[in-house]
C-alpha cells in the first residue's frame, strides 16, 4: 500500500528558511513522479516543484524557482522540499504526492495517484 507522509512545516519569519520532508513508500513503479503542490487560504492549488524519476529531471513553478530546492534519500525513501527567502505569500499547506510516470503526464500535481495529508507552512512578516 503506498503512503505519502509529509513532515517539517512551521512558523518562520519572511526571509527565513524551511525543510519539509515527504516519505514515500509502498510503490514499486520503474518510472515515478514525485512533487510538491500548495493551496493557500481562498487559492487554487498550485504546482511548486516536480521530480520524474525516468529522466532525473526536477522542475520548479516560477514563483518558488531560485528560493526553493528538491532533493532525494532513495535509502530513506524521502524527499525533501529546501524552502529559502520565504515570503508571507508562501504561506500555505504544502502537499507532498507521487505517482507513476513523469511530471509531464500530470496536468496537475494534485491529480497524481498519491497524495498525503499535507503540513502547514507560516511565514508570518
Known amino acids: 500500500q503506498v503512503q505519502v507522509v509529509e513532515s517539517g512545516g512551521g512558523l518562520v519569519q519572511s526571509g527565513g528558511s524551511l525543510r519539509l520532508s515527504c516519505v514515500a513508500s509502498?510503490?514499486?513503479?520503474?518510472?515515478?513522479?514525485i512533487g510538491w503542490f500548495r493551496q493557500a487560504p481562498g487559492k487554487e492549488r498550485e504546482g511548486v516543484s516536480c521530480?520524474?524519476?525516468?529522466?532525473?529531471?526536477?522542475n520548479y513553478a516560477d514563483s518558488v524557482t531560485g528560493r526553493f530546492a528538491m532533493s532525494r534519500d532513495n535509502a530513506k525513501s524521502t524527499v525533501y522540499l529546501e524552502m529559502n527567502s520565504l515570503k508571507p505569500e508562501d504561506t500555505a499547506v504544502y502537499y507532498c504526492?507521487?505517482?507513476?510516470?513523469?511530471?509531464?503526464?500530470?496536468?496537475?500535481?494534485?491529480?497524481?495517484?498519491?497524495r498525503g495529508k499535507g503540513t502547514l507552512v507560516t511565514v508570518s512578516l
Open positions: 504526492a507521487t505517482g507513476y510516470g513523469h511530471c509531464a503526464d500530470y496536468e496537475r500535481l494534485y491529480t497524481m495517484d498519491y
Open positions: 509502498g510503490f514499486s513503479w520503474d518510472y515515478y513522479a
Open positions: 521530480f520524474s524519476s525516468s529522466d532525473g529531471t526536477t
